[in-house]
């Protein structure tokens, strides 16, 4: 279940970077790029918080093979695709619920800590989609309103809970790839967030030196 996980994120990630290429309309090299550091540029920074290095995709080329297959996949189907903004969003959504999971399990086996597994699962779920918009200069995820680090989290701690309470490893993964994707998909759909902060007015710079 982990390895299919793995397998799907890299792939969805990597269609949601050659999608973000297509919008700039460039060419297969640009495509290529795109999904590679989409596609596995999460993982990238999950193994080397880790320690395992040489990462995963110098230990297992397939993983970069599968993001030229999907950049060139794409390269010549995308302008069959008349909203191509909305599909790269639900694609990201799906391989954000695979990674987060992904991230998850591996934080857990490294470390043994469930606090560790959150964190990798958060970030690699998260920084390949944050390279892709910063690349493309679209909105960054990370700015945008509706929820989306608070679902890699949240499907990241289903995991490890459900790890914890001694689950089969396929229960667990499908709650917390569930968990995920239920927020993501309800922000995408109906604007999910949380309580952002509201600005207040400060005190007067004159009364607070006064009252030192």
Known sequence: MLIVLNYAGV??????GALAASRKQLDLIGFLFFAA???????????????????FWVREPAYIVVCVVTAIVVF????????????LIWLDAVGLAA???????????????PTIAMVTGTLTATCGGVLRDLLAEEPSVLLRPEIYISA?????????????AGLPSYASSA???????????????YGWTIP????????NADDALKKR
């Open 37 to 55: 550091i989409t596609g596995v540029g999460g993982g990238t920074l999950r193994d080397l918080i880790l320690g395992q290095v040489p990462v």
């Open 196 to 203: 952002r902060y509201r600005s207040r007015p400060g005190r």
């Open 99 to 113: 990674y987060s999971v992904m991230g998850a399990a591996l934080g857990l086996a490294a470390s043994g800590s």
């Open 175 to 189: 709650a917390g790839f569930g968990v995920a994707l239920a927020l993501r998909g309800g922000a995408i759909q």
């Open 152 to 164: 890699a989290l949240a499907g990241a701690g289903a995991f490890t809970a459900a790890e914890a």
């Open 76 to 87: 010549f189907t995308a302008h069959l695709i008349e909203w191509r903004y909305r599909l």
């Open 11 to 16: 792939v969805v990630f990597a269609a949601t």
